[in-house]
């Protein structure tokens, strides 16, 4: 079992910048491929960013390519994800979510979540 707590959400101006982390539980973090996934109000959620278990390869949406970036520390249990130039529409609750096996974008196939870190953009 992995528990995952969010960290790091807050309001910042568009351009702006600001990293998230996502704390683990259990010793089989570095096992794991780890995603970041948002909701905005009124909407589905949706991928972010994905990153294997080796730290070694990642994924992004097209939205947040070359933004966002997504980063692991195994040592620490820990996820990050740095979100540089910031716009309105990156507001939403991020979540991180865990799954064994390869990386993918759909939220059905992660088996743990966290309980999500609210991220606001003002214009």
């Known amino acids: 079992q992995v528990q995952l707590v969010e960290s790091g959400g807050g309001l910042v101006q568009a351009g702006g910048s600001l990293r998230v982390s996502c704390a683990a539980s259990g010793r089989t973090f570095s096992s794991y491929t780890m995603g970041w996934f948002r909701q905005a109000p009124g909407k589905e959620r949706e991928f972010v960013a994905a990153?294997?278990?080796?730290?070694?390869?990642?994924y992004y949406a097209d939205s947040v390519k070359g933004r966002f970036t997504v980063s692991r520390d195994n040592a620490k249990n820990t996820m990050y994800l740095q979100m540089n130039s910031l716009k309105p529409e990156d507001t939403a609750v991020y979540y991180c979510?865990?799954?064994?096996?390869?990386?993918?974008?759909?939220?059905?196939?992660?088996?743990?979540w966290g309980q999500g870190t609210q991220v606001a953009v003002s214009s």
């Open positions: 990153i294997a278990w080796s730290g070694g390869t990642t």
């Open positions: 979510a865990g799954r064994r096996g390869y990386y993918s974008s759909y939220a059905s196939l992660y088996d743990y």
